[in-house]
């Protein structure tokens, strides 16, 4: 399992709350982020790799593909 962080952004791309949770890959972690906030854009992280910016009620663009 790894750790990732989740930034909950407001309309001018500010951070409004973080949240932090495991998974145990990157596909899981976007499922799970754009299950728990589907209505709020977010950026999600691994340590210091961003893994995607996921758009609200949108498909998530990778920062890379998913390994």
């Known amino acids: 399992m790894a750790e990732y962080k989740l930034y909950c952004l407001d309309p001018k ?3 409004q709350r973080r949240h932090e949770f495991e998974a145990a890959d990157d596909e899981a972690a976007i499922a799970s ?3 728990r906030f589907p209505e709020e854009t977010c950026e999600l ?3 210091t790799r961003k893994i995607a910016l996921i758009p609200a009620g949108g ?3 990778l920062a890379r593909p998913v390994a």
């Open 33 to 35: 982020a754009r299950a």
């Open 13 to 15: 791309g500010r951070i």
């Open 45 to 47: 992280w691994c340590g």
């Open 59 to 61: 498909e998530p663009v």
